[in-house]
Structures are given as structure tokens and as C-alpha cells.
């Protein structure tokens, strides 16, 4: 096929979006870790090297969740879609509103780690799905009570949403209509898959980046901060699900080694009839 744009379709056409918001994105944790760095922590007890290490893992860490949100919204329905269609820069057009919704998404998200930071000392953990599950609308509440920088965060998210909604809608063109050969589409995906594989692992070494591998600063706090709040919501997941015990009737009897209840009174001792 031929493209009927000017020029040829080119690699760029198609990682553009995800450049972009791998660029906001990345600006977005730094600028998170860097304000709870200089405004809740004594930034003056860390050294200069302490400080570098902090923000180099820091980074690996946020290219490795932003590498991760990139394939399932982007990468992948992007070019299996675009070898079903030859409108490929209406799909284009698409998944990237898709990713500027993830990006507000993703806003909220550091914006409400960042407030945990200050009401909590620590970014979101399993004690905030305790929240949300007990009582969520009280504890909202008596935040708004207690502190005015819950209202300062919520209009700053609000004024900023606001803003990239507004610019976008305001500068957004129109796609120049192309097309690209199925070959390249399949260029593009093993490319971009293996881009964000790569950044996804977050090493080259035996073991894939993680809270258990990072252990760049002797400080614990400064290991904490390294993580973004997306990886702090993820964590914090997994250690509610790993913490939360099945009790259903099925998993009982299978903890128990038998699969009805006429074995459970077997084995209790009792006669079944």
C-alpha cells in the first residue's frame, strides 16, 4: 500500500504518542519525588550521591511502569488493530486520546500518593484499600477538615487537567491520512515491543527491577521514594492480596486435604449414613 501523505510513514509516525507520554509521564514522577524530597523530607541529611542514586533508580523505575502502561494501551491494539485496518491514522488518532486519559489517570494517581506522603509519611500502602473499604467518604471528609492542602492538591489536579485538555483540543491537527504496508506495521510492533520489554524489566540482571532489588541507597526512606505511585499502588495490592485468606468453602475443604463434607466427618471421627 501507499501512503497519501507527502512522505512516506515513517517509525516516528507511529511512536509519537508514546514518546510523548512517556515524556510527561517521566516528568510527572520526577517532578512527585522531587517536591516530597524538598518539602516533607530534610533534604539537607542526604548527600549529593545519595541523592543521584536516588533519582537514577527513580527513573528505571518509572520507565519501567511507564513501559508496561504502554503496551496494553498503546502498542499493541495499536498495531494489531492497524493490520485489520487501512485507516492507520485513525487508529493512531485514537489511542493516543487513550493515553491522554491515562495521563490524567495516571496525575490523579501521583497527586494522591503524594497527599498519603503527607498525611501518612509513606506512599499509598495496603492501609489505603482499608480506607476506601471502611468508612472512604469520613476519611475524605475529615482530611478536608483537617488539612487545606487536600483542597490545594485537589484544585491544582483539577486546574492542570483542565489546562492539558484545553491545549490539546486547541492544538490538536488533523491527521494526515496514511497508510502503512502490513510489513511495516510488523516492524513497528516487534520494535516498540522490544523497546518497552526492555525498559519494562528494568535490568540486565538476573532479576527484573523490583522493591526486593532495590537497594541503591542505605537509607530506607530514600529506597521507598525511588518508587512512583504507580508502583506504590501496585505493591500495595499485592500485599492485600497476600494478606487476605480465602475462606470459601471450596479452599477450606482443600486446605483441609479432603473435597466434600462427608470426607470432613470422616475425617472428624463421625459416621456418614
Known sequence: MISNSAHPPSFHTMSRPVLRFAAASLALFMLSRSAVLLILFEVNDYSLREISSLFLMGMKFDLKMISTLCLPLFVLPVSLTMLLTNKHHVV??????????????????????????????????QLSFGLVEDGFMAVVLSMFDSSVSVILLLSYFLFLAATIVFLKTRTAKPVAALTFSRGR????????????MVFAR??????????????????ARLNLLALNALNNLYYAYKDKKSDTYDFSTSNVLSGLGVTDFDDLKRLAGYSVD
Open 185 to 196: 506495521v510488523l516492524i513497528n510492533l516487534f520494535i516498540l515491543i522490544l523497546v518497552c
Open 92 to 125: 493512531i488518532s485514537v489511542f493516543s486520546k487513550v493515553l491522554m486519559v491515562a495521563f490524567l489517570l495516571l496525575m490523579l494517581l501521583v497527586v494522591s500518593d503524594y497527599g498519603y506522603y503527607q498525611h501518612f509519611g509513606n506512599g499509598l500502602d
Open 202 to 219: 528494568g535490568s540486565f540482571g538476573t532479576f527484573p527491577l523490583s522493591r526486593k532489588t532495590n537497594q541503591s541507597n542505605a537509607d
